[in-house]
Protein backbone atom coordinates (compact mmCIF):
# COMPACT_ATOMS: atom_id res chain seq x y z
CA UNK A 1 0.00 0.00 0.00
CA UNK A 2 1.32 3.05 -0.95
CA UNK A 3 1.47 5.68 2.14
CA UNK A 4 -0.31 8.67 1.79
CA UNK A 5 1.11 12.25 2.72
CA UNK A 6 -1.16 13.86 5.45
CA UNK A 7 -2.94 17.28 4.38
CA UNK A 8 -1.79 19.94 6.18
CA UNK A 9 -4.35 22.08 8.01
CA UNK A 10 -6.11 24.78 5.98
CA UNK A 11 -5.01 28.42 6.83
CA UNK A 12 -8.05 30.75 8.10
CA UNK A 13 -7.70 33.56 5.31
CA UNK A 14 -6.01 36.63 6.00
CA UNK A 15 -7.74 39.79 7.11
CA UNK A 16 -6.93 43.03 4.53
CA UNK A 17 -7.80 45.37 7.10
CA UNK A 18 -4.65 46.73 9.19
CA UNK A 19 -4.69 45.29 12.68
CA UNK A 20 -6.38 48.17 14.94
CA UNK A 21 -3.50 48.72 17.62
CA UNK A 22 -4.89 50.73 21.33
CA UNK A 23 -4.44 53.93 21.35
CA UNK A 24 -1.79 55.86 23.29
CA UNK A 25 -2.73 57.44 26.40
CA UNK A 26 -3.38 61.19 26.00
CA UNK A 27 -0.90 63.35 28.02
CA UNK A 28 -3.21 65.74 30.07
CA UNK A 29 -2.13 69.13 29.06
CA UNK A 30 -0.96 71.88 31.14
CA UNK A 31 -3.12 74.36 32.67
CA UNK A 32 -2.17 77.88 31.00
CA UNK A 33 -0.01 80.41 32.62
CA UNK A 34 -1.16 84.29 32.96
CA UNK A 35 -0.25 87.06 34.92
CA UNK A 36 -1.03 86.85 38.71
CA UNK A 37 -2.51 90.60 38.55
CA UNK A 38 -4.93 89.27 35.39
CA UNK A 39 -6.03 86.19 37.71
CA UNK A 40 -6.58 87.94 40.51
CA UNK A 41 -8.93 89.79 38.12
CA UNK A 42 -10.27 87.10 36.88
CA UNK A 43 -11.33 86.06 40.58
CA UNK A 44 -13.31 88.46 41.01
CA UNK A 45 -11.26 90.07 43.74
CA UNK A 46 -10.07 93.28 41.92
CA UNK A 47 -9.34 94.96 39.02
CA UNK A 48 -6.71 94.23 36.86
CA UNK A 49 -5.08 97.92 38.00
CA UNK A 50 -5.72 97.40 41.58
CA UNK A 51 -4.51 93.91 41.40
CA UNK A 52 -1.33 95.09 39.91
CA UNK A 53 -1.19 97.98 42.57
CA UNK A 54 -1.37 95.20 45.00
CA UNK A 55 1.25 92.67 43.79
CA UNK A 56 3.83 95.99 43.22
CA UNK A 57 3.20 96.65 47.23
CA UNK A 58 4.41 93.28 47.98
CA UNK A 59 0.80 92.04 49.36
CA UNK A 60 0.76 89.24 47.00
CA UNK A 61 2.51 85.56 47.35
CA UNK A 62 2.54 82.80 44.64
CA UNK A 63 3.48 79.47 46.28
CA UNK A 64 4.36 81.82 49.44
CA UNK A 65 6.97 83.40 47.57
CA UNK A 66 6.08 87.40 47.68
CA UNK A 67 6.43 88.22 43.58
CA UNK A 68 6.20 92.35 42.62
CA UNK A 69 5.76 91.61 38.72
CA UNK A 70 2.20 91.53 37.75
CA UNK A 71 3.31 89.46 34.66
CA UNK A 72 4.40 86.78 36.78
CA UNK A 73 3.09 83.79 35.48
CA UNK A 74 0.77 81.80 37.39
CA UNK A 75 -1.62 78.46 36.78
CA UNK A 76 -5.14 79.31 38.24
CA UNK A 77 -6.37 76.88 40.54
CA UNK A 78 -2.59 75.16 40.62
CA UNK A 79 -0.71 77.80 41.78
CA UNK A 80 -1.05 78.87 45.69
CA UNK A 81 -1.78 82.75 45.27
CA UNK A 82 -2.48 84.59 49.23
CA UNK A 83 -3.46 88.31 49.69
CA UNK A 84 -2.00 89.37 52.54
CA UNK A 85 -1.70 86.45 54.03
CA UNK A 86 -5.26 85.11 52.98
CA UNK A 87 -5.50 82.56 50.22
CA UNK A 88 -7.25 83.66 47.06
CA UNK A 89 -10.14 82.26 45.69
CA UNK A 90 -13.18 83.00 42.96
CA UNK A 91 -15.42 85.17 44.95
CA UNK A 92 -19.34 84.83 44.59
CA UNK A 93 -20.92 86.65 41.28
CA UNK A 94 -22.54 89.71 41.61
CA UNK A 95 -24.38 91.51 39.22
CA UNK A 96 -26.38 94.50 39.65
CA UNK A 97 -28.00 97.65 38.14
CA UNK A 98 -27.62 101.27 39.00
CA UNK A 99 -29.97 103.78 37.53
CA UNK A 100 -27.05 106.45 36.92
CA UNK A 101 -27.61 110.29 37.69
CA UNK A 102 -26.50 113.02 34.96
CA UNK A 103 -22.92 114.40 36.02
CA UNK A 104 -21.23 110.94 36.85
CA UNK A 105 -18.35 109.38 34.99
CA UNK A 106 -18.24 105.56 34.47
CA UNK A 107 -15.00 105.26 35.93
CA UNK A 108 -13.27 103.73 38.75
CA UNK A 109 -11.14 107.23 39.89
CA UNK A 110 -10.59 110.20 38.11
CA UNK A 111 -7.11 112.07 38.08
CA UNK A 112 -8.95 115.49 37.87
CA UNK A 113 -11.05 114.67 41.17
CA UNK A 114 -14.46 114.55 39.31
CA UNK A 115 -17.32 112.47 40.67
CA UNK A 116 -17.71 108.67 39.34
CA UNK A 117 -20.66 106.34 39.68
CA UNK A 118 -19.19 104.97 42.93
CA UNK A 119 -20.59 107.23 44.98
CA UNK A 120 -23.59 105.83 44.84
CA UNK A 121 -22.48 102.97 46.04
CA UNK A 122 -20.72 104.75 49.21
CA UNK A 123 -21.12 103.10 52.44
CA UNK A 124 -22.45 100.14 51.28
CA UNK A 125 -20.06 97.59 51.80
CA UNK A 126 -19.90 96.04 48.39
CA UNK A 127 -17.03 93.65 47.13
CA UNK A 128 -15.18 94.70 44.09
CA UNK A 129 -17.63 95.72 41.09
CA UNK A 130 -16.92 96.76 37.89
CA UNK A 131 -18.89 98.68 35.61
CA UNK A 132 -20.34 96.45 32.66
CA UNK A 133 -20.02 98.96 29.64
CA UNK A 134 -20.52 102.70 29.81
CA UNK A 135 -22.63 105.59 29.88
CA UNK A 136 -21.00 109.31 29.41
CA UNK A 137 -21.33 111.70 32.17
CA UNK A 138 -23.95 113.43 30.61
CA UNK A 139 -26.21 110.66 29.97
CA UNK A 140 -28.25 108.31 32.95
CA UNK A 141 -30.25 105.79 33.06
CA UNK A 142 -29.38 101.69 33.60
CA UNK A 143 -26.12 100.86 34.34
CA UNK A 144 -24.47 97.03 35.04
CA UNK A 145 -21.40 96.41 37.46
CA UNK A 146 -20.20 93.08 38.48
CA UNK A 147 -17.13 91.21 39.98
CA UNK A 148 -17.96 88.48 36.61
CA UNK A 149 -15.61 89.21 33.86
CA UNK A 150 -16.37 86.75 31.74
CA UNK A 151 -20.24 87.36 32.52
CA UNK A 152 -19.37 90.72 31.65
CA UNK A 153 -17.23 90.77 28.26
CA UNK A 154 -20.64 88.28 26.84
CA UNK A 155 -22.90 91.02 28.05
CA UNK A 156 -20.69 93.68 25.99
CA UNK A 157 -19.68 91.28 22.88
CA UNK A 158 -21.35 93.09 19.90
CA UNK A 159 -22.29 90.30 18.62
CA UNK A 160 -24.05 88.42 21.05
CA UNK A 161 -24.63 91.11 23.78
CA UNK A 162 -28.15 91.71 24.36
CA UNK A 163 -29.62 95.35 22.70
CA UNK A 164 -29.73 98.19 24.28
CA UNK A 165 -32.71 100.57 24.26
CA UNK A 166 -32.67 104.00 25.13
CA UNK A 167 -35.14 107.09 25.58
CA UNK A 168 -33.63 110.37 23.83
CA UNK A 169 -35.21 113.94 24.01
CA UNK A 170 -34.32 116.20 21.00
CA UNK A 171 -34.38 119.34 19.49
CA UNK A 172 -36.63 119.37 16.95
CA UNK A 173 -40.01 117.11 15.61
CA UNK A 174 -38.95 114.09 13.65
CA UNK A 175 -40.62 113.15 10.33
CA UNK A 176 -41.11 109.86 9.28
CA UNK A 177 -38.23 110.14 6.47
CA UNK A 178 -35.77 111.48 9.30
CA UNK A 179 -36.85 108.12 11.39
CA UNK A 180 -35.94 106.25 8.64
CA UNK A 181 -32.53 107.79 8.03
CA UNK A 182 -31.31 107.67 11.71
CA UNK A 183 -32.34 103.53 11.06
CA UNK A 184 -30.07 103.35 7.88
CA UNK A 185 -27.45 105.24 9.61
CA UNK A 186 -24.46 106.90 8.51
CA UNK A 187 -20.51 106.67 8.66
CA UNK A 188 -18.90 108.72 10.95
CA UNK A 189 -15.00 108.81 11.08
CA UNK A 190 -14.89 105.77 9.44
CA UNK A 191 -17.67 103.74 11.83
CA UNK A 192 -20.87 103.12 10.53
CA UNK A 193 -23.57 104.42 12.87
CA UNK A 194 -26.93 103.49 13.11
CA UNK A 195 -30.23 101.69 14.78
CA UNK A 196 -31.63 98.36 14.67
CA UNK A 197 -34.88 101.01 15.46
CA UNK A 198 -35.32 104.69 15.61
CA UNK A 199 -39.55 105.45 17.09
CA UNK A 200 -41.24 108.33 17.99
CA UNK A 201 -41.96 108.22 21.78
CA UNK A 202 -44.17 111.34 22.30
CA UNK A 203 -43.90 114.50 20.95
CA UNK A 204 -44.65 118.05 21.85
CA UNK A 205 -44.66 121.34 20.41
CA UNK A 206 -40.35 121.97 19.94
CA UNK A 207 -39.42 119.13 20.39
CA UNK A 208 -39.80 114.95 20.85
CA UNK A 209 -38.25 112.05 22.49
CA UNK A 210 -37.26 108.85 20.46
CA UNK A 211 -36.97 105.35 21.53
CA UNK A 212 -33.49 103.93 19.91
CA UNK A 213 -32.34 100.39 20.05
CA UNK A 214 -28.96 99.75 19.32
CA UNK A 215 -27.18 95.90 18.37
CA UNK A 216 -23.93 97.38 19.68
CA UNK A 217 -23.05 100.76 21.40
CA UNK A 218 -19.83 102.24 19.91
CA UNK A 219 -18.38 105.24 21.82
CA UNK A 220 -20.91 108.03 21.89
CA UNK A 221 -23.14 105.87 19.53
CA UNK A 222 -26.48 107.86 19.92
CA UNK A 223 -25.16 111.55 20.55
CA UNK A 224 -22.36 111.26 17.15
CA UNK A 225 -25.38 109.79 15.29
CA UNK A 226 -27.75 112.16 16.19
CA UNK A 227 -25.30 115.15 15.14
CA UNK A 228 -24.18 114.00 11.93
CA UNK A 229 -28.41 115.02 11.37
CA UNK A 230 -27.62 118.32 13.01
CA UNK A 231 -30.01 117.23 15.32
CA UNK A 232 -29.28 118.34 19.57
CA UNK A 233 -29.71 115.57 22.38
CA UNK A 234 -31.27 116.94 25.71
CA UNK A 235 -31.55 114.19 27.33
CA UNK A 236 -30.45 110.82 26.75
CA UNK A 237 -31.69 107.58 29.51
CA UNK A 238 -30.96 104.03 29.18
CA UNK A 239 -33.68 102.55 29.93
CA UNK A 240 -33.28 98.64 29.14
CA UNK A 241 -30.79 96.06 28.26
CA UNK A 242 -32.25 93.30 26.55
CA UNK A 243 -35.27 92.09 28.72
CA UNK A 244 -34.18 93.93 32.08
CA UNK A 245 -36.04 97.10 32.10
CA UNK A 246 -34.65 100.09 34.41
CA UNK A 247 -38.38 100.33 35.73
CA UNK A 248 -39.26 102.24 38.81
CA UNK A 249 -35.55 102.31 40.59
CA UNK A 250 -34.60 105.43 41.70
CA UNK A 251 -32.17 107.79 40.38
CA UNK A 252 -28.91 107.45 42.22
CA UNK A 253 -29.81 103.93 43.94
CA UNK A 254 -28.87 100.34 42.97
CA UNK A 255 -30.34 97.13 43.16
CA UNK A 256 -28.85 93.38 42.96
CA UNK A 257 -29.87 91.71 40.14
CA UNK A 258 -31.76 88.06 40.27
CA UNK A 259 -30.26 85.00 39.47
CA UNK A 260 -32.93 84.82 36.64
CA UNK A 261 -32.33 88.20 35.49
CA UNK A 262 -28.44 87.29 35.30
CA UNK A 263 -29.26 84.20 33.48
CA UNK A 264 -31.87 85.94 31.18
CA UNK A 265 -28.70 88.43 30.24
Not at 181 to 198: N, T
Amino acid sequence: MTPTTPKRPSRAPRDPRPALRPAPCATPRPAPRHGVARVISKLGLGSRSQAAQWVRDGRVRVNQQVVRDAEYPVRQGVDRIEIEGQESSAAPRIALMLNKPRGLLTTTSDERGRATVYACFAGSDLPWVAPVGRLDKASEGLLLFSNDPVWAARITDPESGPARTYHVQIDRLPSRELLRQLELGVIVDQQPLGARSVRCLRSGHRNAWLTIVLDEGRNRHIRRLLAAFDIAVLRLVRVAIGSLALGALPKGKWRMLTAQEIDAL
